[in-house]
């Protein structure tokens, strides 16, 4: 498996741990990545709502240095994924238009032809690695720990465009993930959004979105909660400490990334998968995976 890896910004800046954790993982599964190093970022969505050409174009630029890997192109964000999706879509349907894109691009030397797929680790864990092939990796299998899914919204709609009609499991990867590591996944309803779109406008409400999420899970046993989303884990993880104090609520849950995990799971070392670098502390959650049993 070798795919043109597009890291997106958050897991190169304020998430590096995701970096480290998922190219630990890579590694170990036997999954090559090559590096988009000039990639630029998706926009997150932001950039869409002020100049959609330029946002369209900046996701255009992205898919064209994918194609000429000759890879199939892999990202590691929630939110990246559901951009490039609407983007890879929308300049599909209309070629006109992404002739106009490909003019911005063309001072490159670069051109997108439309035939790009982005795809999410998650799903490219589930729908090419295999579920199956993950358990026989497991070494450390987490069985006595609750775990709660959190998607993030752009992974998770709209279901059209991020290809649930082929694959209609994509809403329960998570979960499946989880049980192959071995865990228990905890059902709640906050799996979904975690305010971070709107934390500059109105902090008030996304905190008490992330707060809402995180209590809710806390309440329902959850051990800790895994994402796939880097900037669901800035809302869940980093603004925790201020999210308890908006909802009134004591919370102390860990927020691990997808890839962190699976790399418990595998038994791959803490150091390598940057445990340490969350601002709600994983200790615990370390301490009782360090007391399982190995397979």
């Not at 994924?81 to 490909?102: C, D, F, H, T, W």
């Not at 104090?245 to 038994?267: C, D, E, F, K, Y």
Request: aromatic letters at 6%; hydrophobic letters at 40%.
């Amino acid at each position: 498996m070798k795919y043109a890896f597009f890291p997106g910004c958050v897991s190169r800046g304020a998430c590096p741990e995701l970096m480290q954790s998922l190219t630990a993982v890579a590694d170990h599964i036997g999954m090559e990545l090559e590096l988009m190093e000039t990639a630029s970022c998706t926009g997150a969505g932001v950039i869409s709502e002020r100049n959609r050409k330029l946002a369209d174009a900046l996701n255009a630029r992205n898919f064209a240095l994918a194609e000429q890997t000759g890879l199939p192109l892999m990202n590691i964000c929630s939110t990246c994924q559901g951009v490039m999706s609407g983007v890879n879509e929308r300049l599909k349907a209309q070629p006109a238009y992404l002739a106009e894109i490909n003019e911005m691009l063309a001072d490159e030397g670069l051109s997108y032809s439309g035939k790009a797929e982005p795809r999410n680790f998650m799903w490219v864990l589930v729908e090419d690695f295999g579920l199956d092939n993950l358990r026989s990796m497991v070494k450390r299998p987490l069985g006595e720990l609750n775990v709660a899914p959190f998607y993030g919204c752009y992974i998770s709609r709209p279901t059209d465009v991020l290809g649930y009609q082929d694959f209609p499991e994509r809403g329960r990867y998570l979960e499946m993930i989880i049980e192959a590591c071995g865990a228990t996944p905890v059902d709640y309803s906050g799996k979904k959004c975690c305010g971070f779109p709107i934390i500059t406008m109105n902090r008030t409400n996304s905190l008490t979105m992330a707060g809402n999420h995180v209590g809710e899970a806390q309440e329902k046993g959850a051990d800790f909660m895994v994402t796939p989303c880097p900037l669901c884990h800035l809302n869940l993880d980093a603004q925790q400490p201020d999210a308890a104090r908006v909802v009134s609520t004591p919370l102390n849950l860990p927020i691990l990334h997808l890839s962190q995990l699976i790399g418990m799971a595998l038994g791959i070392d803490d150091k390598d998968l940057g445990l340490n670098r969350h601002v709600v502390s994983t200790n615990p959650v370390r301490e009782r995976v360090h007391a399982l049993p190995m397979a």
